[in-house]
């Protein structure tokens, strides 16, 4: 790699770490939680209590036209700029628009709650838990306005402390309410609460970082935000056709199937995080696109890198979660859930379009402007997901929603590679990415002949005997295969090595990659 980029890809490897690390201990922290609610409530009340949060979801997704996604942008525009005084004015914007606009949409949620559980719910009786839930409008706006403020300022350990005090607020209370006999009612107070104890925790981090900016330059308010819708508009009717296409979703299984369908759902989607961890980090790549020149030859390196890296971890996870679905299921959340197996495994099939680049389009889109290409993108899935959903869940119930998932996802990832490749002249290398597909599967195809012999009394030795093996024989492939070079190993080598805990961590793999590549190339 190139001096200039090898300095923007270690800085946004920093900002990957902490991210990776507070997500995945925040995962694990809520996925705790999140089983013993799930086992507590049972797959008809963990259903009422995830609908009771979508009239909250719905109003949130029309609140920001595009502001978060800009405040992102030009805080590391500016700041690689060394403008620090805008950076201030941009973040202080950026808190009164969210605030004001949260507030009103708060309010209006609490006071018209019972119409929005009638009209979007088809349930009525949910109108006090759904006014209960409205309160995560305020808190989880500010908590998104804090997230994108530290990804602009690279300060990802913001980033981990907020999730993380979120996650042990969240994991400890709604059980502890649920036990102490309030039920749904408490697990969605300890879900609104630890909106609020992350907020409250993350300010205080995050004034301490304002502070150093010194006094905001004097940009007006309007001219701010001008700048900032000007840029982010695109990415809000982006973001405004998502937020429809879900609740349409919603609004489909609420009408089509039953409370305990859509229990089990929620828990499929909730697991499909263990994937989220991985990729979350690689949000880090927007400011790392934000820094680089268009049609440079960074660029090029730069999203192929991305692509590959991103690929070698997602492709193979998603793998082994489609083939231990069901031991994954009934380790976390019990037996009762008998459906949530076969949702997981469809689920999670969109994440196998991360060896086209479907990790990294957005960034790439954002990171260098072309907002527009964003919207066309989630257009092209709006168009194709909406008349879908509801003619597939109508005959097939929740897998019809799924089917429509991966059937719009697909005509989605296309359109992106085309106007990657047109637009921005980029691609992806195919070979590598099939390469990864074809270790993938056959590390797939061996762990499943050997699952009677890899059979215990307990779920969760199934779990770790069998994903144990997946990785053993992914691990050996992959530079068997010429999947990973030496050059491979030594960018990796450069990307952990200021972090002493991933290069323990990944030490062993390491090494064990560097063995068979010798072997590989002495023959």
Known sequence: MSGNLSNIVEESARGGFFLFIGYFMSLVILSVGSMIVGRLLGPEGFGIFSLAFVPSALILGFLDPGVGAALTRFTAKFRNENKVDVVASILRTGFLYKFIVSTIATVLCFTFSESLAAILLNRSELGYFVRIASIIILFQTLFNFLGEAFSGLDRMEGN??????????????????????????????????????????????????????????????????????????????????????????????????????????????????????????????????????????????????????????????????????????????????????????????????AGFGSIVFGHVFNGLGYTRLSFYSTLVNFTTFTPLVYFLTSYYSVYGTLFAIIISQTFTMAYNILACNRILGLKFDAVTSAKI???????????????????????????????????IIYLTLTPISKTISTYDIENIEILIRRYSLFKIILAPVIKYERILLSLVEKN
């Open 437 to 471: 597909y074809l270790t993938s599967f056959v590390s797939a195809l061996a762990t499943i002949l050997a699952i009677d012999i890899l059979s215990f009394p307990y779920w969760i030795l199934n779990l770790l005997s069998r994903g144990l093996l997946f990785f």
């Open 160 to 353: 981990a402390l907020i999730l993380n005090t979120e996650a042990i607020v969240k994991s400890f209370l709604s059980p502890v309410l649920v036990i102490l006999g309030f039920g749904i009612l408490g697990a969605i107070w300890g879900h609104v609460i630890s909106y609020i104890a992350a907020f409250i925790i993350g300010a205080i981090f995050f004034l301490k970082l304002y502070r150093m900016l010194g006094k905001p330059a004097e940009n007006s308010l309007f001219t701010n935000i001008k700048m900032m819708v000007s840029y982010g508009f695109p990415l809000y009717a982006a973001n405004f056709l998502n937020t429809i296409a879900s609740q349409v979703q919603v609004l489909v299984l609420a009408f089509f199937t039953s409370n305990t369908e859509i229990g089990n759902f929620y828990v499929a989607a909730r697991l499909l995080a263990v994937v989220g961890v991985l990729t979350y980090p690689f949000s880090a790549l927007f400011p790392a696109f934000s820094k680089v020149k268009k049609n440079s030859s960074e660029l090029f390196q730069l999203f192929r890198l991305s692509t590959k890296y991103t690929s070698l971890v997602i492709v193979p996870a998603t793998v082994l979660i489609m083939v231990l679905s069901k031991d994954i299921v009934y380790t976390f959340y019990g037996r009762s859930y008998t459906l949530a197996p076969s949702y997981l495994t469809l689920y999670v099939v969109t994440n196998l379009f």
